[in-house]
């Protein structure tokens, strides 16, 4: 059974970082591919990052140059590194694995992954 666990979520302030961590257990995150995923209040679940077999990595670009994705394939863990942080990226981030490999746009794609984290509040101030 594949288990994911996430923390790092807490309150920042405009221009700080912070740094999300998924913990997997039941799958290794070299292979298939990790996704990083945010719900915006009153709004849709959308894409952030994803990381296929802990090398090739795809960023939204309303974060791109901001958020960065790696993994620790030794710590079976894939981080979301957030630099220069504002209010519009205060949501609840989720991390998801998908068993495959994806590709194009398919990484975008939430019916692609198998197992969802419970969530983590990242709430960022002026």
């Known amino acids: 059974q594949v288990q994911l666990v996430e923390s790092g979520g807490g309150t920042a302030q405009t221009g700080a970082s912070l740094r999300l961590s998924c913990t997997v257990s039941?799958?290794?995150?070299?292979?298939?591919?990790m996704g990083w995923f945010r719900q915006i209040p009153g709004k849709d679940r959308e894409f952030v990052a994803s990381?296929?077999?802990?090398?090739?990595?795809t960023v939204d670009d309303s974060v791109t140059g901001r958020f960065t994705i790696t993994a620790d394939r030794a710590k079976n863990t894939v981080y979301l590194q957030m630099n220069n942080l504002n209010t519009e990226d205060t949501a609840v981030y989720y991390c998801?694995?998908?068993?495959?490999?994806?590709?194009?746009?398919?990484?975008?794609?939430?019916?692609?992954?198998?197992?969802w984290g419970q969530g983590t509040q990242v709430t960022v101030s002026s």
């Open positions: 039941g799958r290794r995150v070299a292979s298939g591919t």
């Open positions: 998801a694995s998908a068993y495959s490999g994806l590709i194009g746009t398919l990484v975008r794609r939430q019916d692609k992954y198998d197992t």
């Open positions: 990381i296929k077999r802990s090398e090739t990595t």
